[in-house]
């Protein structure tokens, strides 16, 4: 896993799990740190009061509370301002700043201002200070201030780059606090107790957790909410104990309740949480968030619900690659939520934009390969402001001009992105087996943590797995739940896992008749009453190639049955015309043995594919079917028939080629072009003809098998009385035909055979109406081309006083003759040894028709 990742050497492996202190970068290394920490340091000593001027995300929320805590430990004063997003948006204004200079003279921005030169140049002229803390792209000019403090600087030299916005505020406050306690290590100890909310921002910012946010967001963890009540109260409302803490916790528990009220009112209540140490004062306010959390959500789905809804009503997803979507009933703050939704769903960047108000404010997200910060830059003219980077962007644009950013953005997404882009793609970190997942190998895992951006939890993947079980879990059935193993399909050995895919339940038909499946996932450990058990968290799933084979194999066997349904059996050419050579090959005698099961069972551990033989369309189709639902053959069996269209030919040949098949079953003769394809032939029933048993011995491959035995000659000879009647056959036909007259039906036709009252083909059935012609007994229209006929007209002739002599019948006595020479080659195909097959005399009983 690390060296997917790029730590390759032993060395980038000890720095990746080395959390010491030592190894994050003085503070003093970033540009404009000591303009900006002295200032800071000489207010705190004059405890002038200090604004922290943040932003209503959780990044600059949790850095405007830590600003205040550590300034007012150091002994200063400190307030704080958050702007209000549906009222001001984002980042730094005039009218803020206006009301700010009535009270305080030195604003220190966190998460913001770096963008800010106009806002900038009104604070100077307004006899402020401004110092300026931000990890945004800089533009051409830094703003007019005491300091701009942003790693992100081309000027700036501090050698990690990807610092959140309360990263760079914590750098500030570890610089003021270096000053200001006497030492360094001092003013470390008193900084590092704010690391909960360094942990907390920088993981909702989703910057990448490397390098120095790796060690403080690990520090963060080992901390969290130990001294802060705020903290504490916020993880009771989200349901979480101390040791369930992880960056997903903080992520999807935390975050989105102090964000919540950001989108959709004013996030100071947020600051005022994680800043009180009254416990029921952080009760309530906890309680606020968790209220606003849920007002957010259910909006959020409103809001995607309907987007979803116009993208599959108005756009044509084949032309455009790009969404741009608006709306007046959308909520300006939970836009960007659901765009993240659209981007999950249809995999294009995505904007949506709430027209509540003019102009309307827009919220983008986007993919792989499509840098949205540059797209927006390049349309900055439709724009009257906007910001952000590859992945996530806002704007805010008039109604009227949103067209043209709909076109425009699509002509760039037809420009930089492929079709292979608009496929989402999941990184696989290892493929493991089920076998390797055990409690040891989690906490082995758990070393790569804290997981976030840069370093996320590892997904693995474990390929043809047992399928046990698979069904829908919660109160809409929209959750997946499989139980896999890593024994065989069906029963046996192997560890059951309960693999769970949140909203995967649609999914469930995917899996229909499947006995193995891919899986990728994340392990979790799961408790549950005391006890620890490993869970599997679905990302994704397919069916293996076999199981694809498999399906598509049932899907051809279901079209073979229905074609075969609509013909009888016909022998064609009888007698061979020709002697074979001698087989080139070797010949594998398996005709006395009892049990067939052992003969696959050698022919599964032989290299190169099969031809098995059967002796009619029926007992091939039974055959096919039972083959492929053992394990030993599953996805592993074809089928061969002459009606098989050019595309099935040519899918069944690439098969073969590709060496996915090892058996493929055909009841009729195949083609000479795929022998070549075939490592052996198995004549696993007798031929019903000897021209199909002549036909084996001119096979070109390098194996035969006469795997048939006695009991398929006694099913032969059954064949055989369906096409040429005997007595008894004769006598069944003859009292159908009584019936149907009596009834007033005058038509013999081929349903008769698949009525089953008759063990006769339309052959057969052929053949006695020629016996009963020749005796008398019945009269028959149209001409003597009756097999190829549908239905036959025929009309009874009064029956003989005395017995019939059937071999008065020229066609009766044809029957006989026929039924005794396939009789004898059946025994001689049977008793004859392998040896006297080479030898071309031996083939003269057969010949001798």
């Not at 895992?445 to 079980?469: D, F, M, W």
Request: hydrophobic share 45%; net charge negative.
């Amino acid at each position: 896993i690390l060296v997917s990742r790029g730590i390759d050497t032993l060395e980038s492996a000890a720095e990746f799990f080395d959390f010491s202190w030592e190894k994050v970068p003085s503070p003093w290394l970033l540009a404009d740190m000591e303009p900006a920490a002295r200032r800071l340091a000489r207010a705190v000593e004059k405890r002038e009061l200090i604004t922290i001027y943040g932003d209503y995300d959780v990044d600059g929320v949790t850095a405007a509370a830590l600003m205040v805590r550590v300034i007012e430990e150091l002994g200063g004063r400190a307030e704080y301002y958050i702007p209000r997003r549906a009222e001001e948006g984002y980042g730094l204004h005039k009218e803020a700043l206006s009301e700010i200079r009535k009270r305080s003279r030195l604003v220190v921005t966190v998460d913001c201002g770096i963008s800010a030169a106009a806002e900038a140049e009104y604070a100077a002229e307004q006899g402020m200070e401004l110092v300026i803390t931000d990890h945004h792209q800089p533009g051409k000019e830094l703003p007019r201030a005491v300091a701009a403090v942003n790693p992100n600087r081309p000027d700036c030299r501090y050698p990690f780059k990807d610092l959140a916005g309360v990263g760079v505020a914590f750098k500030l406050a570890q610089a003021a606090a270096r000053l200001l306690a006497g030492s360094d290590r001092e003013g470390d100890e008193l900084v590092k107790k704010y690391l909960d909310l360094v942990a907390l921002g920088t993981v909702a910012d989703v910057v990448p957790l490397l390098g120095e946010n790796r060690i403080l967001v690990q520090k963060g963890l080992e901390s969290f909410a130990r001294r802060s009540v705020g903290l504490a109260a916020l993880m009771d409302v989200a349901g979480l104990a101390p040791h369930q803490l992880s960056t997903w916790s903080l992520a999807f528990g935390l975050a989105p309740r102090i964000n919540a009220l950001g989108r959709l009112d004013d996030a100071a209540a947020a600051v005022q949480l994680l800043l009180t140490d009254d416990v029921q004062e952080a009760g309530r306010l906890a309680r606020i968030l968790d209220d606003a959390n849920q007002e957010r959500r259910a909006i959020e789905e409103r809001v995607t619900e309907e987007a979803s809804a116009m993208v599959e009503a108005e756009v044509d997803l084949d032309a455009e690659w790009a969404l741009v979507l608006a709306s007046p009933n959308w909520h300006p703050g939970v836009i960007g939520i659901a765009a993240s939704r659209l981007v999950e769903k249809y995999h294009r960047p995505t904007i949506l934009i709430s027209l509540s108000e003019e102009p309307g404010k827009g919220s983008g997200r986007s993919i792989e390969g499509f840098d949205l910060y540059k797209a927006l830059k390049a349309l900055g003219h439709l724009f009257e402001r906007f910001g952000g980077h590859k992945m996530a962007a806002g704007l805010t644009i008039r109604r009227e001009l949103i067209p043209e950013l709909r076109r425009e953005l699509n002509r760039l997404a037809h420009r930089w992105l492929t079709e292979e882009h608009l496929v989402p793609k999941l990184r696989i970190d290892a493929q493991v087996t089920l076998d390797e997942i055990d409690m040891a190998f989690l906490q082995d895992l758990e070393r790569l943590a804290p997981y976030g951006t840069g370093n996320p939890q590892p997904i693995l993947a474990a390929e043809s797995v047992a399928l046990r079980k698979g069904y829908t879990v919660g109160k809409d059935g929209s959750h997946l739940k499989l139980i896999v193993s890593s024994g065989p399909g069906g029963t046996g050995s192997g560890t059951d896992f309960s693999a769970v895919g949140f909203g995967m339940g649609d999914r469930l038909n995917q899996l229909e008749g499947a006995a193995r499946v891919d899986v990728a996932f994340q392990p979790k450990i799961n408790l549950w009453n005391g006890e620890a058990s490993i869970e599997l968290y679905l990302k994704d799933f397919r069916l293996p190639p076999e199981e694809a084979r498999q399906r598509l194999f049932l899907e051809k066997l279901r079209d073979y049955l229905k074609v075969q349904a609509d013909c009888s059996l016909a022998e064609g050419e009888i007698v061979p015309s020709s002697i074979p050579g001698t087989f080139p090959g070797e010949v594998f005698d398996w005709r006395s043995g009892e049990d067939k099961g052992a003969l696959f069972r050698e022919l599964v551990c032989k290299p190169g594919a099969a031809l098995l033989y059967a002796a009619v369309p029926r007992y091939a189709a039974a055959l096919a079917e039972r083959l492929a639902e053992s394990p030993m053959y599953r996805g592993q069996v074809g089928l061969y028939h002459r009606r098989m269209d050019a595309e099935d030919c040519l899918h069944l040949r690439e098969m073969l080629e590709r060496g996915e098949l090892s058996l493929v079953v055909a009841a009729e003769p195949w083609d000479r072009e795929l022998e070549h394809l075939f490592a052996r032939l198995i004549l696993y029933q007798l031929p019903i003809t000897p021209v199909g048993f002549r036909r084996a011995w001119s096979f070109r491959g390098g194996e035969l098998y006469l795997a048939y035995t006695d009991k398929d000659l006694e099913r032969n000879r059954i064949l055989w009385s369906r096409l040429y009647p005997g007595r008894e056959q004769l006598v069944q036909l003859y009292l159908v035909l009584v019936r149907k007259e009596a009834a007033g039906e005058v038509v013999v036709s081929r349903s008769l055979c698949a009525e089953g009252t008759l063990d006769l083909e339309w052959t057969g059935i052929c053949r006695g109406l020629r016996v009963f012609v020749d005796l008398g007994l019945v009269e028959v229209e149209g001409t003597c081309s009756w097999e190829k006929a549908d239905s036959i007209h025929i009309r009874l002739l009064p029956a003989p006083k005395n017995k019939l002599d059937l071999t008065k019948s020229i066609s009766y006595n044809e029957c006989v003759k026929w039924r005794a020479y396939l009789d004898s080659y059946g025994l001689w195909a049977l008793h004859t040894p392998v040896s006297r097959f080479q030898e071309q005399d031996a083939w003269g009983v057969i010949l001798g028709a």
